[in-house]
């Protein structure tokens, strides 16, 4: 079965308007989370870490204003995107870290998101 | 910055035939992931490599990473329709597990 569920896995809005995206990992509490984007036919591009407890870490080039991390629990993460622009459309995906013995990094299911 | 450079870019193949693909970083990297993707979905977890010359395999896939972990290539051996996707290798930087992702292979195999 999924070990990261993401939702919505689409989403349509109209410009303007702000998209929330849930990140859950069901099997294991993960304190570190990732986004990625990924727009046509280009690879993913990591966004930034969202860590339990504390601020995201942002790459160069993500507005942090404009990407809200929210990393409340050990076992969900949420992305919004606020004031969304046709620009901002694309593929928002999540990575969970599953560390130790057994380390992987697991996938959502990703969100396709298109702004009108 | 560095750099995960993935070849080649599309293969199109017979069912049947054996094929390679490879990635190769500008850096030694702490772990290499191999993922599969139909565009606009999510990834399948391949295979994961840490220890420099480690080989892997999974039922016909087998992915390899060199002595510097700088290069790693999947191998998939009498390919079939069900092959067919997206191949994508990440590196890992550092032990927090955010990768660098390559650009792609498009593997299409022919009947």
């Known amino acids: 079965g999924a070990v990261v569920s993401q939702h919505p896995s689409r989403v349509i809005c109209k410009s303007g308007t702000s998209v929330k995206i849930e990140c859950r990992s069901l099997?294991?509490?993960?304190?570190?989370m990732f986004w990625y984007r990924q727009f046509p036919k280009q690879s993913l591009m990591l966004m930034a870490t969202?860590?339990?407890?504390?601020?995201?870490?942002?790459e160069q080039g993500v507005e942090k204003d404009k990407f809200l991390i929210n990393h409340a629990s050990l076992t969900l993460s949420t992305l919004t995107v606020t004031s969304a622009h046709p620009e901002d459309s694309s593929f928002y995906i999540c990575?969970?870290?599953?560390?130790?013995?057994?380390?992987?990094?697991?996938f959502g299911s990703g969100t396709q998101l298109s702004v009108l | 910055s560095q750099e995960l450079e993935q070849s080649p870019q599309s293969l199109i193949v017979q069912e049947g035939k054996n094929l390679t693909i490879n990635c190769t970083s500008s850096?030694?990297?702490?772990?290499l992931y191999w993922y599969k993707q139909k565009y606009g979905e999510g990834l399948i977890f391949l295979m994961m490599?840490?220890?420099?010359?480690e080989e892997k395999s999974h039922e016909k896939i087998t992915a390899k990473l060199d002595e510097k972990k700088q290069q790693s290539s999947l191998h998939i051996t009498a390919s079939q329709p069900s092959h067919a996707g997206i191949y994508l290798c990440?590196?890992?930087?550092?032990?927090?597990?955010?990768?660098?992702f390559g650009k792609g292979t498009k593997l299409s195999v022919k009947p």
């Open positions: 990575s969970v870290h599953r560390t130790g013995r057994d380390e992987k990094l697991f």
């Open positions: 099997d294991f509490q993960a304190t570190t």
């Open positions: 969202s860590n339990e407890g504390s601020k995201a870490t942002y």
């Open positions: 850096k030694t990297l702490y772990g």
């Open positions: 490599l840490q220890k420099g010359g």
């Open positions: 990440g590196g890992a930087r550092g032990s927090q597990g955010n990768l660098i």
